[in-house]
């Protein structure tokens, strides 16, 4: 037997023993379902992380969460305040009160009750400045917190801010264990942090994996969810992910590798459960860390050098469709009629020519006897973005453009985007429900105020995209995202690729799983899971 397929056994058999019976070899039991993950987590501080917070939701509530439909849904809260409820009011001065009930009767795992302190410790720990968590987006927005009473929160908003409904997604701090503390050194927290959700870390064992334990008697149901224990491997390689998927020793893959799922249809043990995903995939275009991305003829020319149909066809096996901008039309502020980018190596090289990148004798451009090279960082272990940047390498070197690759495991690119160290990367964001792009695109959310890593310095689109966070009618607000959309294609920040079908292999006998189109993930609703006999 393979080493790799021992240690899977061992690991199963360690995590098994003293919690029921332990599961047949090679199937999920509601003793222990094995997650073939893809990479391990920075943190597990919801706030902090730079990745999806797979794992991270399993233990750490919101007070909201976007369901299987797309929908903003109460979690921790009662509700979701709205103008029409009253829980929303828009102030003579331009600001905006924002009411969160929050439900009675939860309590954190150690007993104590979740309260409106914690969302004011929340907002007051992100603004105080002594600690940047992940995007600090709508939370400099905020100017106060009241809390009349345990199970009611008054944020006070300096502005009207459309997203609020998402903005304690990644739900609330606990008061009573952080307050005082550095939080950049709160290990204890950081590592295993104190949640109200239906798991809770019963192990962390460094590059091999997390141990969630089920918590016994979760609130929304009064016991333990049916599913005891959730174990998440670390396998950044695809290729091995897939593998002990098929041989039984992981029982599911979320986010399945698009040019694998025609290898794991027949596999009778598993169901590929598929939704259209909010997200997108692109390459990332640094203006601030390689000059030369800062004229928009250059941009224009990497986008027409790409043939994305032919990546579909061939190495995505057709799984997802071509897209041309952040917004996807899942979501009603989708904007079709946008500037886009057609493979057109004529329009590309006419466009470098113009741009005063002249090609030498190697065929390979250069201006004042600077070469037109960059280097490009993605995933490793990926197979499918590996091969997608082997193909845009060739592309570009067609142009004239030299594009070199470095790949970085999954948990170490991420700190190194938010640091903004990188020429240019292929990844994805996975979106929200509500569809705000300010934190992408305007030029004063580069981080650690947001995720513009593209770097972008337009006053034209920033002014735009902040008149849409401060618009609180509907419609009115879509027109002006519309109107951002057009924008963003004009100028080219990036290089969009094509959406993110969402494919996750989960046990046959998996009963409860749906799958969600946003970044809330796969496990938004965990605490309904539940393994049916055969």
Same mark, same amino acid.
Request: with cysteine; glycine share 8%; charged share 20%.
């Given at each position: 037997?393979?080493?790799? #397929?021992?240690?899977?056994?061992?690991?199963?058999?360690?995590?098994?023993?003293?919690?029921?019976?332990?599961?047949?070899?090679?199937?999920?039991?509601?003793?222990?379902?094995?997650?073939?993950?893809?990479?391990?987590?920075?943190?597990?501080?919801?706030?902090?992380?730079?990745?999806?917070?797979?794992?991270?939701?399993?233990?750490?509530?919101?007070?909201?969460?976007?369901?299987?439909?797309?929908?903003?849904?109460?979690?921790?809260?009662?509700?979701?305040?709205?103008?029409?409820?009253?829980?929303?009011?828009?102030?003579?001065?331009?600001?905006?009160?924002?009411?969160?009930?929050?439900?009675?009767?939860?309590?954190?795992?150690?007993?104590?009750?979740?309260?409106?302190?914690?969302?004011?410790?929340?907002?007051?720990?992100?603004?105080?400045?002594?600690?940047?968590?992940?995007?600090?987006?709508?939370?400099?927005?905020?100017?106060?917190?009241?809390?009349?009473?345990?199970?009611?929160?008054?944020? $006070?908003?300096? =502005?009207?801010?459309?997203?609020?409904?998402?903005?304690?997604?990644?739900?609330?701090?606990?008061?009573?264990?952080?307050?005082?503390?550095?939080?950049?050194?709160?290990?204890?927290?950081?590592?295993?942090?104190?949640?109200?959700?239906?798991?809770?870390?019963?192990?962390?064992?460094?590059? =091999?994996?997390?141990?969630?334990?089920?918590?016994?008697?979760?609130?929304?149901?009064?016991?333990?969810?049916?599913?005891?224990?959730?174990?998440?491997?670390?396998?950044?390689?695809?290729?091995?992910?897939?593998?002990?998927?098929?041989?039984?020793?992981?029982?599911?893959?979320?986010?399945?590798?698009?040019?694998?799922?025609?290898?794991?249809?027949?596999?009778?043990?598993?169901?590929?459960?598929?939704?259209?995903?909010?997200?997108?995939?692109?390459?990332?275009? !640094?203006?601030? $860390?390689?000059?030369?991305?800062?004229?928009?003829?250059?941009?224009?020319?990497?986008?027409?050098?790409?043939?994305?149909?032919?990546?579909?066809?061939?190495?995505?096996?057709?799984?997802?469709?071509?897209?041309?901008? @952040?917004?996807?039309?899942?979501?009603? #502020?989708?904007?079709?009629?946008?500037?886009?980018?057609?493979?057109?190596?004529?329009?590309?090289?006419?466009?470098?020519?113009?741009?005063?990148?002249?090609?030498?004798? !190697?065929?390979?451009?250069?201006?004042?006897?600077?070469?037109?090279?960059?280097?490009?960082?993605? +995933?490793?272990?990926?197979?499918?973005? =590996?091969?997608?940047?082997?193909?845009?390498?060739?592309?570009?070197?067609?142009?004239?453009?030299?594009?070199?690759?470095?790949?970085?495991?999954?948990?170490?690119?991420?700190?190194?985007?938010?640091?903004?160290?990188?020429?240019?990367?292929?990844?994805?964001? +996975?979106?929200?429900?509500?569809?705000?792009?300010?934190?992408?695109?305007?030029?004063?959310?580069?981080? @650690?105020?947001?995720?513009?890593?593209?770097?972008?310095?337009?006053?034209?689109?920033?002014?735009?995209?902040?008149?849409?966070?401060?618009?609180?009618?509907?419609?009115?607000?879509?027109?002006?995202?519309?109107?951002?959309?057009?924008?963003?294609?004009?100028?080219?920040?990036?290089?969009?690729?094509?959406?993110?079908?969402?494919?996750?292999?989960?046990?046959?006998?998996?009963?409860?799983?749906?799958?969600? @189109?946003?970044?809330?993930?796969?496990?938004?609703?965990? $605490? =309904?899971?539940?393994?049916? @006999?055969?």
């Amino acid at each position: 037997m393979h080493r790799a #397929a021992v240690a899977g056994l061992m690991l199963i058999a360690a995590v098994a023993c003293g919690g029921g019976d332990t599961p047949r070899a090679g199937g999920a039991s509601n003793d222990l379902l094995i997650v073939g993950y893809d990479r391990e987590p920075d943190t597990m501080n919801r706030y902090a992380t730079h990745i999806l917070e797979d794992i991270e939701s399993c233990v750490v509530e919101g007070l909201v969460t976007n369901d299987a439909q797309m929908r903003i849904v109460p979690v921790l809260a009662s509700e979701i305040p709205t103008i029409d409820n009253g829980g929303v009011v828009l102030r003579p001065d331009g600001g905006m009160d924002v009411t969160w009930k929050l439900r009675p009767g939860v309590t954190w795992h150690d007993g104590k009750p979740h309260t409106s302190a914690d969302v004011k410790f929340t907002v007051d720990a992100i603004n105080k400045g002594d600690w940047k968590p992940e995007s600090v987006d709508g939370f400099d927005r905020i100017s106060s917190v009241e809390t009349p009473d345990p199970l009611t929160a008054v944020v $006070h908003y300096k =502005e009207v801010y459309a997203p609020y409904q998402l903005q304690f997604v990644r739900g609330t701090l606990p008061r009573h264990v952080l307050e005082g503390r550095d939080l950049n050194s709160a290990n204890d927290y950081n590592r295993a942090p104190l949640g109200t959700g239906p798991y809770r870390v019963k192990e962390w064992k460094t590059g =091999e994996y997390i141990l969630l334990e089920a918590v016994p008697t979760y609130w929304r149901t009064q016991r333990a969810p049916k599913i005891r224990q959730l174990l998440f491997r670390f396998l950044t390689n695809t290729t091995t992910r897939i593998n002990l998927l098929k041989s039984g020793e992981v029982h599911m893959v979320a986010l399945v590798p698009w040019d694998k799922v025609r290898e794991l249809s027949p596999v009778p043990t598993i169901r590929l459960n598929k939704v259209v995903g909010n997200g997108y995939e692109h390459v990332t275009l !640094n203006q601030r $860390h390689f000059p030369a991305f800062a004229d928009v003829r250059v941009r224009q020319a990497l986008a027409h050098a790409v043939d994305r149909i032919l990546l579909i066809k061939t190495i995505l096996d057709g799984q997802v469709e071509v897209v041309n901008g @952040p917004i996807q039309p899942l979501s009603p #502020a989708y904007e079709p009629n946008v500037t886009t980018y057609a493979y057109d190596t004529t329009k590309a090289n006419a466009l470098l020519d113009a741009a005063g990148w002249t090609r030498g004798a !190697n065929g390979m451009r250069s201006r004042n006897g600077a070469p037109l090279a960059f280097t490009l960082i993605t +995933q490793s272990g990926f197979a499918i973005r =590996e091969n997608v940047s082997q193909t845009l390498q060739q592309s570009l070197k067609a142009i004239g453009v030299d594009m070199q690759i470095r790949l970085l495991d999954g948990t170490s690119i991420s700190s190194v985007w938010f640091k903004g160290d990188f020429d240019a990367m292929l990844h994805w964001w +996975q979106m929200g429900a509500d569809p705000e792009l300010t934190l992408f695109f305007a030029r004063d959310r580069m981080p @650690p105020a947001g995720r513009n890593i593209n770097y972008l310095d337009d006053a034209a689109l920033t002014s735009v995209l902040y008149e849409s966070d401060r618009t609180a009618d509907v419609a009115a607000r879509i027109t002006l995202l519309k109107r951002a959309q057009q924008q963003i294609a004009a100028l080219v920040p990036e290089i969009v690729l094509y959406n993110t079908a969402k494919i996750d292999a989960v046990p046959a006998t998996l009963k409860g799983f749906t799958g969600n @189109p946003t970044n809330a993930g796969p496990f938004w609703n965990v $605490h =309904e899971w539940e393994i049916l @006999p055969k």
